[in-house]
Nanobody
Framework: QVQFVESGGGLVQPGVSLRLSCVAS????????MGWYCRAPGMQRELVAA????????NYASSVKGRFTISRDNDKTMVYLQMDSLKPEDTAVYYC???????????WGQGTQVTVSS
């Protein structure tokens, strides 16, 4: 059974940084594409950043390009989201996602709250 433990969220002021971490269990991470999604209040869940199973390819939402960086460590079955220059509009619950690279089956974490406010 695939499970995730997410950490690193919190309440921060605009302009500071946070790093989200997600550790996965019950899966061979090297065959899963990984990503981070967010859901702001009253909004649908949307992609923030994604990284391929090998780590060789990444994709970002236009709103976070140049500020956020996704990375992974397959040996530790972990995926990270470095969030710099945070803005109030980044406030959301952030979810770790894994998608099997062949079947495209998705797995989701429970989410971690990020609040950016002065």
């Amino acid at each position: 059974q695939v499970q995730f433990v997410e950490s690193g969220g919190g309440l921060v002021q605009p302009g500071v940084s946070l790093r989200l971490s997600c550790v996965a269990s019950g899966m061979f991470s090297s065959i899963y594409n990984m990503g981070w999604y967010c859901r702001a209040p009253g909004m649908q869940r949307e992609l923030v950043a994604a990284i391929t199973s090998s780590g060789g390819g990444t994709n970002y939402a236009s709103s976070v390009k140049g500020r956020f960086t996704i990375s992974r460590d397959n040996d530790k079955t972990m995926v990270y989201l470095q969030m710099d220059s945070l803005k109030p509009e980044d406030t959301a619950v952030y979810y770790c996602n894994a998608q099997h690279s062949l079947t495209h089956k998705n797995y989701w974490g429970q989410g971690t709250q990020v609040t950016v406010s002065s």
